[in-house]
């Protein structure tokens, strides 16, 4: 038996665990709708046999969508929204659940996974997009297998490894407005018959979008950085898989940290902000005397470890390591008044998953345990008389530093079966049990030389005398039970009950406890999601297939955010939601694609602290209730070759941006389209493509922080109308 066909070797695609993709044959020739085998339950199915809510990308439909960031696929996922101040800081939100924080020390409840590891900070999501097999996105609390911290669902992104005996590779530049110019590549194949290696990379700088009024200050919220990507694949023996794989990013002194001001008022009742006429500056522009940037390094190392035991089963082992550095320097007062915000964060993390796995004629089941041991250092430091005055502040050389360390690890044993009762009725039962525990280690301390006031301690939150303020530990549990039917057609239906959990955490902060927080009040508890779901999966006709499903939330110590006294902080709440999406996508001819999505949102949080200690009711932020995304390509020969022409949009509701639903926080409805034409040689060998994003010039907030008790909102705005071409390569 020749080394193809060996059985590991012919399980190439499962990547990280089984966590990979396998791409099936098209009816048609099209490139954004080609059908694509999941790996949603851990084990390759194909999209339509599997009962959860998940949008699916692979990595030829990511190249013809033009996405070239790890956030862009929010464009063509419903119920998915951004919010952003930073790429240094990425919020996801799914059915409007999500961390809409800024503190480096939270994990978000849409959980990032790369390769099968996951990716603990929102400070590590935002990456460059290249070399991508392919991209899942499921909706819901996915608990059983992936783990808490998984209520609003996760994203996954599988990269292309070393798994092609042939060499091959590819080789593609970019270039665009703003001073856009990327270059990326990856050549790969075998050493020998039983080694395969893969090497890629990308790089791309570009000026930013966001302009400068003020001389000598640079434009901001741009892009300077390179990611490297390498893998081994070793077959070990007839039976074993080893995959390695090492990513190296780093991002240097990016334009960012500015914000454009729009002025407010605020309510007397309340003190949240109230939009009024003026602005210092436009939406798409800055007036920073501070030149802000970031700064990040991230090294991230995964071992994959698949042995076929024998009939029917299988192990896998994933183990993970990554460290990140992060320098972020701000100007706060957008220029307004004198507010540096600087933070410095290093975070390191480890992760151990041991899953075995089997299945008879009936039965399937998988069970394993998991480890994570995370560790999180960090500096922030906030300057200026203007917000420090609190503190007694006198002069701008006021300035409030906050050092932290949280220690965190979990470990969990969890399990799934599916057995079919009848060749049509499948009932799916899973459980994880979950142990959590973190320390934080938190002193804060105040100097103001001009004033002569050295540097002194003035918080250190183990010297407070209040039982567990420093320490969270727990265990609690998330299930799932499903059924599944299966109409005489091929027709999925499904309904399923399951809980999730999101661990609990601290609001570490430089301006908190000094301003209005209780001490008491820094910790906020894990919360639990009950969800019950019921959906459709369904081949209307040979060209025609839709996919739906509705939802109900309920909610245990729902985690919000808000501002109390200009001080961040998390609280717990109830809080509820409903609602469902709708996915159709139609191949009426060859070369023709039409996609439609649309997504509900329904939502409640009963109480949520306002700025002067009372709370107000709201409903989710980043949750439009209504939004529809569409997407049309023709495809057809010319030249030799084929040319192919693409539209793609979304069109989101009214919304609130801040989980108050201040009134400076409401985003009005907005309609984003972009376009794509291309041309590709015979076999692919060469492709040139012309693009636009936001044709429309659509502007729209992709993040907003009310400050309306300092008479000022501060707003990051999305990107403007933007052109550009892609010249690719491929061997």
Not at 339 to 358: A, I, W
């Amino acid at each position: 038996m020749t080394n193809a066909r060996r059985p590991i070797a012919t399980a190439l695609t499962r990547i990280a665990g089984g966590s990979a993709i396998c791409l099936l044959a098209s009816t048609v020739q099209a490139q954004v709708l080609e059908e694509v085998t999941v790996t949603a339950q851990k084990r390759e199915q194909n999209l339509q046999d599997v009962g959860i809510s998940v949008t699916a990308f692979s990595g030829n439909q990511l190249d013809a969508l033009g996405m070239t960031s790890s956030v862009d696929i929010t464009q063509q996922v419903p119920a998915m929204q951004l919010q952003t101040f930073t790429p240094a800081f990425t919020i996801i939100n799914l059915r409007g659940i999500s961390q809409n924080n800024f503190q480096d020390n939270l994990e978000a409840p849409v959980a990032v996974y790369v390769d099968g590891a996951y990716v603990p900070s929102m400070n590590a999501i935002n990456g460059q997009l290249f070399d991508v097999d392919r991209v899942e996105v499921l909706r819901g609390p996915q608990g059983t297998l992936f783990g808490r911290n998984t209520t609003g669902g996760l994203v996954h992104y599988l990269t292309n490894g070393a798994r092609d005996q042939e060499f091959n590779g590819y080789m593609r530049v970019q270039g665009g407005e703003f001073g856009m110019r990327a270059v990326e590549g990856a050549v790969g194949g075998g050493f020998s018959d039983t080694v395969r290696g893969r090497l890629a990379g990308r790089w791309e700088e570009n000026d930013g979008y966001t302009k400068s009024v003020v001389p000598g200050i640079r434009d901001a919220h741009g892009a300077d950085g390179y990611t490297l990507r390498g893998s081994l694949q070793f077959d070990i023996g007839d039976d074993v898989l080893l995959d390695l794989r090492v990513t190296r990013s780093r991002d240097d002194d990016v334009p960012s940290g500015t914000y454009s001001i729009n002025f407010a008022d605020f309510d007397p009742e309340t003190g949240l902000g109230v939009d009024v006429p003026g602005r210092l500056t436009d939406g798409l522009e800055h007036a920073s005397s501070i030149e802000g940037s970031y700064s990040r390094e991230s090294t991230s190392v995964t071992a994959t470890l698949t042995w076929d035991l024998g009939p029917d089963m299988e192990l896998v082992s994933i183990t993970n390591y990554m460290d990140l550095d992060k320098d972020y320097l701000e100007d706060a007062g957008g220029g307004l008044f004198f507010f540096p915000y600087e933070t410095n964060t290093d975070f390191d993390t480890f992760s151990q998953e041991v899953r075995l796995s089997g299945d008879s004629d009936r039965l399937r089941w998988q069970t394993g345990w998991y480890y994570l041991d995370m560790t999180t250092e960090n500096s922030q430091s906030v300057r200026g008389a203007a917000i420090l005055e609190g503190s007694g502040a006198i002069s701008d050389s006021a300035v409030q530093f906050t050092d932290t360390e949280l220690d965190s690890r979990n470990w969990s044993v969890f399990g799934q079966m599916e057995y079919d009762f009848t060749q049509q009725l499948t009932l799916i039962a899973g459980l994880r049990w979950s142990d959590d525990k973190k320390d934080l280690d938190f002193l804060q301390s105040y100097a103001e030389p001009d004033a002569g006031i050295p540097l002194s301690q003035i918080f250190d939150i183990s010297a407070v005398p209040i039982a567990g303020l420093d320490e969270i530990e727990y265990d609690d549990f998330a299930a799932r039970v499903q059924l599944n039917h299966t109409t005489e057609n091929g027709t999925l239906v499904y309904g399923s009950w399951s809980r999730g959990i999101k661990g609990g955490n601290w609001s570490i902060d430089p301006l908190g406890t000094v301003a209005a927080i209780e001490p008491s009040n820094l910790k906020h508890d894990e919360e639990v999601l009950t969800s019950w779901e019921v959906g459709v999966k369904a081949e209307l006709t040979d060209f025609a297939r839709l996919n739906a499903a509705i939802y109900y939330y309920d909610y245990d110590d729902y985690q919000a955010f808000s501002i109390l006294g200009l001080t961040p902080q998390v609280t717990n709440s109830d809080a509820d939601s409903n609602g469902g999406e709708l996915e159709l996508t139609i191949n009426p001819m060859p070369g023709l694609d039409l996609l439609f999505g649309a997504a509900y949102i329904n939502s409640t949080v009963d109480a949520v602290p306002d700025v002067f200690g009372g709370t107000v009711k709201a409903e989710f932020p980043n949750a439009p209730k209504w939004s529809f995304n569409s997407l049309v390509r023709y495809e057809w020969e010319l030249a030799g070759g084929r040319m192919a022409a693409q539209v793609d949009g979304v069109w989101n509701d009214r919304q609130f941006i801040e989980a108050t639903n201040s009134n400076i926080s409401a985003e009005n409805s907005y309609l984003v389209w972009n376009a794509r034409l291309s041309w590709a040689s015979a076999g692919d060998t060469w492709e040139v493509a012309g693009w636009v994003k936001n044709g429309g010039d659509e502007e729209y907030r992709l993040y907003n922080l009310d400050l309306g008790l300092l008479g000022i909102s501060e707003e990051v705005y999305a990107p403007p109308r933007w052109y550009g071409a892609t010249l690719s390569y491929n061997f």
